[in-house]
């Protein structure tokens, strides 16, 4: 599997100015106030990585990732969200692994639909799909986010099964649900 090493939004819902997110080893955490920008982050990693949906981006139309301005900044026309990879050890599709690093951008414009490219050359949606596609890393992964993570390894390791494709069993279900 890929390693993340970033994130950089532009003009992305909330992120107007241009914003990076470093994925250090180990896990990453982001924390902060209800309204922030959290779960524009999350929806961000998911849009980059190939979501068609409108709804699952909290809008009507794909065109409202796009800023929308504020009463003291203007609306903007694009929205441009940057994933960078790790590709060392070679884990991407075949027609990724020519790079050790695969940087993947998905941009938007208002007056059009949007374009992939991975490490610059035009890629279409279903190539970045497919360079995600694995269960731990899919743009509809369970796996990839919680928003309040309990402390014990054991809780961890089997709230992550399913991540894998593992089954889950109900008692861990409901013992889960009271975090969330």
Not at 86 to 96: G, S, T
């Amino acid at each position: 599997m890929v390693q993340f090493k970033s994130l950089r939004l532009t003009g992305f819902k909330s992120f107007v100015d241009s914003t990076e997110l470093l994925v250090e080893d180990g896990l990453t955490g982001v924390v902060g106030p209800n309204g922030c920008g959290k779960s524009n982050l999350v929806e961000a990693l998911r849009w980059v990585m190939g979501e068609t949906s409108a709804k699952q981006m909290r809008g009507s139309d794909m065109s409202d990732v796009i800023f929308g301005g504020t009463s003291s900044r203007p609306a903007r026309n694009v929205a441009e969200v940057t994933v960078v990879l790790d590709n060392a050890e070679r884990k991407a599709p075949a027609m990724f692994n020519d790079h050790e690093t695969l940087e993947v951008v998905r941009r938007i414009e208002r007056s059009g639909g949007s374009n992939y490219k991975v490490n610059g050359k035009d890629v279409r949606a279903r190539d970045v799909q497919l360079l995600f596609a694995d269960a731990a890393t899919g743009q509809a992964s369970a796996g990839l986010f919680w928003k309040k993570p309990p402390g014990s390894p054991a809780f961890i390791r089997a709230a992550t099964r399913p991540s894998f494709g593992l089954k889950m069993p109900n008692r861990i279900w409901n013992v889960l649900k009271t975090f969330w």
